[in-house]
């Protein structure tokens, strides 16, 4: 369900699988949060409540990257670094029709469309934004690197699928796509946390695309992703 990466006093840094709910749901199966939480519990030897707070969240269909506060002073401060985008994602994912363009900035406000869906518009009012760059894999795929400005729901979601790009296994942008999961995750993480800086890449470990050699090969070429030339804002 899920890997913890990194412990610190502070927070705690897990990768999660992909198809695992955020939050429990119900008869259906228990959330991260829960998991991780029992499992510090686990750790620490304890018959009292462990704290644990959620400072950001990812879709059920995405693995990767997740921080988790472990006290209170520590969620406020990391809920700051989140609200004033102090803290860089980068994500991957995989599509397999050809884009409108292949990197670059989409940006536009985002709304209610149908099933649950959103879209994105050509207003700029409050506008979801990604920079990104895309990289040619086998069989006439792609490697995306995205790096969101905005935390929208659905945002890289949506910014694939407006550019004619939707991802590989995602149930409600591409939902005639047969995959062995949603083809988004979270790759990378950095910030800075009380005068400490913290880098964190954890590549994927699931799915027969993201697991191509093609894929290992462009991701040991980029390396670092912040140190991508990125396109201009």
């Known amino acids: 369900m899920f890997k913890i990466i990194a412990q610190h006093p502070d927070f705690i840094v897990v990768n999660k699988e992909a198809g695992v709910n955020f939050h429990d749901e119900g008869e259906i199966g228990t959330g991260l949060h829960s998991l991780v939480k029992a499992q510090l519990k ?3 030897l304890t018959t009292e409540a462990v704290e644990l707070f959620p400072v950001h969240r990812l879709d059920k269909m995405t693995s990767g990257l997740v921080i988790f506060a472990k006290n209170l002073a520590a969620a406020q401060a990391f809920g700051i670094l989140f609200s004033e985008h102090l803290i860089e ?3 991957l994912a995989i599509a397999d029709k050809k884009p409108v363009k292949k990197q670059g900035l989409i940006k536009g406000d985002m709304a209610k469309s149908r099933r649950g869906m959103l879209k994105l518009l050509r207003s700029m009012v409050n506008p ?4 990104f760059f895309s990289y040619s894999t086998i069989n006439k795929q792609r490697l995306y690197l995205l790096k ?3 935390g929208k729901t659905h945002q890289l979601r949506v910014a694939l699928a407006s550019i004619g790009a939707p991802i590989i296994g995602d149930p409600l942008y591409y939902s005639q796509s047969v995959a062995d999961r ?3 995750h979270a790759y990378a993480l950095r910030f800075d946390y009380l005068g400490d800086s913290f880098e964190f890449i954890c590549p ?3 799915g027969e695309y993201f ?3 093609s894929v290992s090969v462009q991701l040991a070429e980029i390396k670092k992703p912040w140190l991508v030339k990125w396109p201009k804002l």
């Open 42 to 44: 686990t750790q620490s």
């Open 89 to 91: 994602k980068y994500y």
């Open 128 to 131: 979801a934004i990604t920079q």
């Open 148 to 150: 969101p400005h905005s």
């Open 182 to 184: 949603g083809y988004l």
């Open 204 to 206: 994927p470990a699931s």
């Open 211 to 213: 697991l191509e050699e």
